[in-house]
T-cell receptor, first 113, second 115 residues
Framework: DGGITQSPKYLFRKEGQNVTLSCEQN?????MYWYRQDPGQGLRLIYY???????QKGDIAEGYSVSREKKESFPLTVTSAQKNPTAFYLC????????????FGPGTRLTVT | KQEVTQIPAALSVPEGENLVLNCSFT??????LQWFRQDPGKGLTSLLL?????REQTSGRLNASLDKSSGRSTLYIAASQPGDSATYLC??????????????FGEGTQLTVNP
């Protein structure tokens, strides 16, 4: 069963706690991305990684951290420094080809109270 | 800085109608443009990808066009069905030919097709 999995689907945390969102893929894609979506808004890029052990900040990286120790996995940690962490988080991947089409996981809805 | 705008923000049509969704971008130096569909609470599903050298792409009842020089793309949906109800997002990729290039998204058009 190929694809991108994100777990859990819903996540609840208390303010001040760090939380890690999982993203796993078995598509053998090189690049992986994390986006944040707020109600009525488009997606904003948090971090992306083109190869293992390398990643770059996106447009809104403050308060987030990532790692890319394996090609299949790109976990995102939402730290207590992120001022407004409640949002819908989407992971995406793209293959190493000239099209660079991005494929998305089902998302994780994080609620921090 | 690339900015992507989608008009209208919401659209409601009766079943069977043909419709057009619009996407405009400020920087014409794009590598490609991708149209996505998003159902409530779900991830994005890629519908069509148009390379900068192409003028249109078709998939079933969907046709996407690209006019790079004017910074515009349209998504045409023929014979709309209630199952087409969703939010449609367009995204442009910067003009670099490497894996991991960034997309800039519009805010989407929320489409409702009424039976």
């Amino acid at each position: 069963d190929g694809g991108i999995t994100q777990s859990p689907k819903y996540l609840f945390r208390k303010e001040g706690q760090n939380v890690t969102l999982s993203c796993e893929q078995n598509l053998n894609h090189d690049a992986m991305y994390w986006y944040r979506q707020d109600p009525g808004q488009g997606l904003r890029l948090i971090y992306y990684s083109q190869i293992v052990n390398d990643f770059q900040k996106g447009d809104i990286a403050e308060g987030y951290s990532v790692s890319r120790e394996k090609k299949e996995s790109f976990p995102l940690t939402v730290t207590s420094a992120q001022k407004n962490p409640t949002a819908f988080y989407l992971c995406a991947t793209s293959p190493r080809d000239s099209r660079g089409e991005q494929y998305f996981g089902p998302g994780t809805r994080l609620t921090v109270t | 800085k690339q900015e992507v705008t989608q008009i209208p923000a919401a659209l409601s049509v009766p079943e069977g109608e043909n419709l057009v969704l619009n996407c405009s971008f400020t920087d014409s130096a794009i590598y490609n443009l991708q149209w996505f569909r998003q159902d409530p609470g779900k991830g994005l599903t890629s519908l069509l990808l148009i390379q900068s050298s192409q003028r249109e792409q078709t998939s079933g009842r969907l046709n996407a066009s690209l006019d790079k020089s004017s910074g515009r793309s349209t998504l045409y949906i023929a014979a709309s069905q209630p199952g087409d109800s969703a939010t449609y997002l367009c995204a442009v990729r910067r003009g670099v030919k490497t894996s991991g290039s960034r997309l800039t998204f519009g805010e989407g058009t929320q489409l409702t097709v009424n039976p």
